[in-house]
């Protein structure tokens, strides 16, 4: 059962575009909702997280928009550019245990 | 040392041999997580420790698999009679315990069940 549903699986975006990756949870245990960004051979590394009583974050050119009531988060890339190729899982952390979902990843593909 | 630490990084092992892959976390975490992506896939919960005990082993797969971290530090993933099933990569992460926010991941451990 997949506690966080990610959308889409992948993604191409134009250099300077916005990407916009979608995620949705149903635990309302959830917490705490960071973004994580990997590159091939690489660990997933945290880009910016948002806490549910937020329903903006900004960073840089990073925006993670939070909606409680429909239990959905996205992240928003302005400006994309080709260093941004990577793969972006959003995760959900449960406060009963600490332990942090993920979703299954958006392949993010900038063409210069 | 600065990050998470993961050995060994690539790992080729016959189908039925006993496994043991390392993780030294972040100097002062108490949390520790170790997680498994398939290709293609998000990282998969396998097992959280909170000090020295499993908090949560709800996510090991089965009994071939087995998690420990006898001083709170260093943690070791145990995998027995491995499976092809078993290839992927071995994700380990660590964060400060319940009250932190964070966790930070190593680059991981490959393995592989030929």
């Known amino acids: 059962q997949q506690q966080v549903k990610q959308s889409p699986q992948s993604l191409i975006v134009q250099k300077g575009g916005i990407s916009i990756i979608n995620c949705a949870y149903e635990n309302t245990a959830f917490d705490y909702f960071p973004w994580y960004q990997q590159f091939p051979g690489k660990g997933p590394a945290l880009l910016i997280a948002i806490r549910p009583d937020v329903s903006e974050k900004k960073e840089g050119r990073f925006t993670i928009s939070f909606n409680k009531s429909a239990k959905q988060f996205s992240l928003h890339i302005m400006d994309s550019q080709p260093g941004d190729s990577a793969t972006y899982f959003c995760a959900a952390r449960s406060n009963t245990g600490n332990q942090f979902y993920f979703g299954t990843g958006t392949s993010l593909t900038v063409i210069p | 040392g600065a990050g998470v630490s993961q050995t060994p990084s690539n790992k080729v092992t016959e189908k039925g041999k006993y496994v043991e892959l390392r993780c030294d976390p972040i100097?002062?975490?108490?949390?520790l997580y170790w997680y498994r992506q398939s290709l293609g896939q998000g990282p998969e919960f396998l097992i959280y420790?909170?000090?020295?005990?499993?908090?949560?082993d709800s996510g090991l797969p089965n009994d071939r698999f087995f998690a420990v971290r006898p001083e709170g530090s260093v943690s070791t993933l145990k995998i027995q009679r491995t499976e092809r099933g078993d290839s992927a990569v071995y994700l380990c992460?660590?964060?400060?315990?319940?009250?932190?926010?964070?966790?930070?991941f190593g680059e991981g451990s490959w393995l592989t069940v030929v």
């Open positions: 420790f909170q000090g020295t005990g499993a908090a949560d």
């Open positions: 100097s002062g975490h108490t949390a």
């Open positions: 992460a660590s964060g400060t315990g319940p009250s932190g926010n964070t966790i930070y």
